[in-house]
């Protein structure tokens, strides 16, 4: 893939769009609540905020996830039954094709609801250091070379002596990452630098193709079971979704509403330190990438479906969910009711201009990268927008405490 050389020039063009997209810092300073876990001074109802985005938002997408996830274990597992007919000679190209085309749109349709769960990480997701979460997607944390490797333990049905479990399995072997290259990726070749998978090398195209597409419905199952965990941890008499609801009663291990309230902010900071800097300011060579801190295909979130701007979309659609409430009380109710209405309204605009930027862009985000370096730049620009008001002026507003992830973490 050719690098353009008028990089640097392009970066400087970007800039003089938007000063905030390589300025990386703010000039707001925090205000007197921050830190201090104080409340806002208002009788503003922080449980039918709270009541609204876990019964209207939170829960109908974890609900949307598992049923996509479940079609999606139907629709990998039929494509694998065209490929294996076809290989024994009972089926033909154009059924393959079409069986693989409709377990392709399943996985993009699971990630577009995935991407908006993404934003929601709470309660069961951040449990064991986020192990459900992993086990359903493993980003940034991606091997292909792995992944190889358990196409051909889960063949051979064992591995270091041990019958195979994909429950076991680190994430970074499976998810909808691993999915993801075993559907979109046409490359028969394994991905290892260093050694190959044993047996790989001795395997005709026919067994390779079956043998990923096989592994791909265990993943896909595993998928599915991960989202049922999730659901089944959230819905429950007892479960987390409750315990928001209830905060500050005996019956929520949640302290205060206000906590419960800071809780649903801190999940929303994955738009800062996930979607701006993981997905937009890495590939962009803004932080440290595979290419050198330039702009780089290679470090897209989704570079096997072309997904990438999908997945930053969905996350941008997530956030206004929560933020205006889709419909109901939202955080934007909150703003204006203890007086910063400036900061709703403009939180508010901001988002829908990265939603409708994202959104419009005809190529793939590696194209982008390649021939629309300043897009590429403006859109990182307005998702930093949205961004620099989380950090400073709706946590002041609201007195919540920034998560651990953004404290002290102006870019």
Not at 60 to 87: G, I, M, N
Not at 159 to 176: E, L
Not at 264 to 275: G, Q, V, W
């Amino acid at each position: 893939m050719n690098k353009r050389t008028n990089k640097l020039s392009l970066v400087a063009l970007a800039c003089s769009l938007s000063l905030t997209a390589c300025n990386q810092e703010t000039t707001s300073t925090l205000g007197p609540d921050y830190g201090n876990n104080n409340d806002t001074d208002t009788d503003f109802d922080q449980i039918a905020l709270v009541s609204n985005l876990t019964d209207n938002v939170i829960t109908p997408t974890f609900d949307e996830f598992l049923l996509q996830a479940q079609a999606q274990t139907v629709a990998v597992d039929a494509y694998c039954a065209a490929e294996k007919s076809f290989a024994a000679g009972s089926g033909d190209q154009a059924s393959v094709d079409s069986a693989k085309s409709a377990a392709q749109q399943a996985w993009r349709d699971s990630m577009n609801v995935w991407q908006q769960a993404e934003m929601m990480q709470l309660g069961p997701l951040l449990e064991q250091d986020g192990l459900v979460r992993n086990n359903i997607y493993s980003w940034p944390i991606v091997n292909t070379c792995s992944i190889d490797y358990d196409v051909v333990y889960f063949q051979e049905g064992t591995v270091n002596g041990q019958p195979y479990n994909i429950a076991t399995r680190t994430p970074s072997r499976k998810s909808m990452v691993a999915i993801e290259y075993l559907l979109f990726n046409n490359n028969l070749a394994h991905s290892c630098d260093a050694g190959s998978p044993p047996d790989w090398n001795s395997w005709t195209d026919s067994e390779r193709v079956i043998a990923r597409c096989e592994f791909a419905t265990e993943v896909a199952q595993d998928v599915a079971n991960n989202a049922q965990t999730l659901v089944d941890a959230w819905n429950a008499e007892d479960g987390y979704a409750q315990a928001l609801k209830q905060a500050g009663t005996e019956a929520s291990s949640i302290e205060s509403a206000h906590d419960a309230v800071n809780r649903i902010s801190d999940a929303m900071f994955y738009l800062d330190s996930k979607t701006k800097d993981g997905k937009l300011a890495t590939p962009l060579g803004l932080f440290s990438n595979e290419c050198g801190g330039i702009a780089c295909p290679e470090a897209v979130e989704a570079p096997f479906s072309m997904h990438s701007y999908d997945n930053i979309q969905n996350n941008l659609i997530a956030f206004e969910r929560l933020l205006t409430g889709d419909g109901g009380i939202g955080f934007t109710d909150y703003l204006v009711d203890v007086g910063d209405q400036d900061t709703a309204d403009t939180m508010t605009a901001d988002v829908a201009t990265a939603i409708a930027n994202v959104s419009a862009s005809e190529n793939s985000m590696q194209q982008d990268l390649i021939n629309d370096e300043v897009g590429v730049q403006q859109k990182h620009a307005e998702v930093k927008a949205v961004t620099d008001k989380l950090k400073v002026d709706f946590i002041n507003s609201l007195a919540l405490e920034l998560p651990s992830t953004s404290a002290g973490d102006n870019d």
